[in-house]
Structures are given as C-alpha cells and as structure tokens.
C-alpha cells in the first residue's frame, strides 16, 4: 500500500529517517540519483549567493582506497589521543557493556570507523571557495542537501570530516585529488545503497535546546 | 629568519588572541587547525639539523637544541612509555599565551615545541603522532603525545 504525506510530512520523514550509514553493497549508484543528489547541494543556500561548494565525485577504487587510509589515519589519530587521555572512558560510560564498550574503543582508535570510505561505491567530496565570507556554512548546507536527498532516494550516507579535519590530512586529502590553494577540502558524503539501516541516535528534548526571548528560560516547559 | 625582534609581550599577545579567535570559531576542533603551528621554524631551524635516522631521543635532544639556540625554550625533558611520550617544557616564552588562555577558562590546545617533534617524528621516522593533551604545571608544561606505527606506504 502506498503511504502518503503532506510535504511537511514528507520533509521531516526524510530528515527522521536519514541515518549514518557506513555500510553498501557493491550495486553502483546510478547517474540519475547522483545527478539528482548533485542538484541538491547545488540548490543550498549561500551568503550573498556566492555558491562556493564545488564537489569531486570518486568512484574509482585506488583513490577510495586512498581516501579510506587517510581518513582511517585522521580517526586513529584523535580517537586515541581520547582513549590515554580517558576522555573516551568519560564518553562511554554511560555503557555498561564491558564487550560492547571494547569494541567501540578499539573501532574508534584503530581507525575503522571512518576508514568506510574505501567500500563506499561513491563518494564526493565537498570544497568550499576560500575567497568568500560565509563558506563553511554555505557548504555545510549544501552538504546537509546531499544527505537527504540520498536518503529520499533509498539510499545511505555518511558525512565523514575525517580526512579533513586536521590540517595535515587535509593536505594530503587536497593532494590526493589536486585541489587547488584556493579551495578548502571541508568533508566527505560516501554513500551507496546500504546493507543496513541503523536505528537512530537519540536526540536531545526541545524543552533542553530552546530557551524563550533569552538565554536559560526553558520555551518549552515539558517534553514536547 | 631576521635579527630583527618584536617585543615579547606584543608577540604573545598577538598569539593569544589568535588563538582566542580560533578557539571562539571552530571550539574544540581548533586544535585540528593548529597541528602544523611552528612548521615553518621546524622547516628553517630543525630540519637541517636532523641528519640520518636518529631515534626518538635524538630527535628531542635536536628540536630542544634548536628551541634553546632562539631563545624559545630552557628545557626540553622526555620520558617515554610505550607508546606514549611524555614532553615537560620549561622555561617556554610562549607560556604567558597558554596561562591567558587558561584564565579564560580555554584550555590551553596548541604548542610549538610539541608539534616541532611531532612534525621531526613525522618526518625522520615515518611515524604519526598526536598531541594529546597538554598540562600547565608549575614552571613548566606537560605535553602528552602519541606515537603510532611507523607508516607501511
């Protein structure tokens, strides 16, 4: 039976429903979805118009591979620095499952969990124009098009900031795929169709997030 | 570099607030941003110094040689455990940039000596490794960096 919505309805499904994917199958994406997907972040809204989002579609299996080490690498790197300094334990210790709790540690320090790249049947990667006022923010919402679009599509995502968060990798990300000095690498969206859906994460209440007229008045005096 | 010289309080200030600015735009992600900080001076002062293949104890005893040279440092002190090494920094002109920071409630999240052996690791032996943590002590400051596997390509 076919369900169906109002746009708002439809709208906020789809923001509802996109997840962090970090799993596909080896079906490729076809052009009609990516060049669908494309649009999205082209139609993003920008400061003065300034459109500085250019993207790099990869598909080729070397370079994914490459992106996947570095990526990896960049995890590694920070999540470790969290594990010695306990910042990790502090993070997790809500959980009490001693196994589940080793296996996240040893997923986020070893790297794993942003090394998906690699298997993701494609992925673009968002730069952004440095001579422009508002770029992180403009490419952020063009990025933030991209995954639901790929979710309206049947499709799963991740936005990875791994190869780029640190200046270092993201010398080497700009390298890997001859970005030009003046443009940014800000992130990656690796997607595919997807083996899994996850559940989602938990979200925050309203009544903690929005305060009326002023910081620290609750607007919302119960859980809406 | 130039013999010419600013004065301290003016360059520390100027540092400060840069990475005031920083902190105040990007949180805590900041420190991602300043991992290469010192790179240049590394490139002039410390890279030419570091001949062959020396270990990691070499490689400290030559960034601190360079740091005492210009003035930057008096004391560099490694201990190392494991993968973990331990950097005690004394007498560090930059120190009144960290405790500004601290007194605006912002930890301290970037270091010159200890990306300069972060950067000579990297570099000599092939290694990553990360600032993770960095403590102000009395006299000194206590910068925790990890050290991972030597890179295969």
Not at chain 1, 146 to 174: F, H, N, S, V, Y
Request: with cysteine; charged share 30%; hydrophobic share 40%.
């Amino acid at each position: 039976m076919t369900e169906t919505y109002s746009l708002a309805e439809a709208t906020m499904k789809v923001i509802q429903d996109r997840r962090s994917i970090r799993a596909w199958t080896d079906e490729p994406v076809s052009e009609e979805h990516l060049a669908l997907i494309l649009e999205a972040g082209r139609q993003a809204p920008s400061g003065e118009n300034a459109q500085p989002w250019r993207f790099v579609v990869v598909k080729d299996e070397t370079t994914r591979r490459k992106l996947g080490a570095l990526s990896g690498g960049g995890s590694s790197r920070r999540f470790t620095a969290e594990y010695v300094t306990h910042q990790m334990h502090e993070r997790f210790a809500s959980l009490e499952d001693e196994e589940k709790k080793k296996a996240a540690f040893e997923k986020l320090t070893s790297g794993q969990v942003s090394q998906f790249s690699a298997n993701a049947p494609v992925s673009i990667l968002v730069c952004g124009k440095k001579d422009v006022w508002d770029m992180p923010y403009d490419t952020s919402a063009a990025i933030e098009n991209m995954l639901l679009m790929i979710t309206a599509l049947g499709l799963g995502a991740c936005w990875l900031i791994a190869p780029c968060i640190d200046i270092r990798d993201e010398e080497k990300t700009k390298e890997l795929l001859g970005i030009p000095e003046g443009f940014k690498a800000v992130s990656v969206i690796s997607f595919g169709h997807f083996t899994k859906q996850p559940r989602q994460r938990p979200r925050l209440p309203l009544n903690q997030l929005v305060f009326a007229e002023r910081w620290g008045e609750a607007y919302y005096k119960e859980q809406v | 570099m130039s013999k010419e010289t600013i004065a301290r309080d003016y360059a520390n200030d100027l540092i400060f607030e840069l990475e005031k600015a920083m902190w105040d735009e990007r949180g805590k992600g900041g420190r991602f941003r300043l991992t290469t900080l010192g790179r240049e001076f590394y490139r002039a002062k410390c890279r030419p110094r570091l001949q062959g293949r020396p270990d990691i104890e070499g490689i400290v005893a030559t960034v601190l040689a360079t740091l005492k040279e210009n003035g930057i440092t008096e004391t560099l002190k490694v201990e190392q455990d494991g993968r973990l090494l331990k950097l005690r920094i004394g007498g560090c002109l930059h120190r009144p940039v960290e405790e500004r920071m601290m007194a605006r409630e912002t930890k301290p999240f970037a270091c010159v000596p200890a990306n300069l052996v972060v950067l000579a690791i990297d570099e000599v032996l092939n290694r990553p490794a990360e600032l993770a943590e960095l403590k102000l002590e009395a006299g000194c400051c206590q910068a925790l960096l990890v050290l991972f596997d030597e890179r295969t390509t």
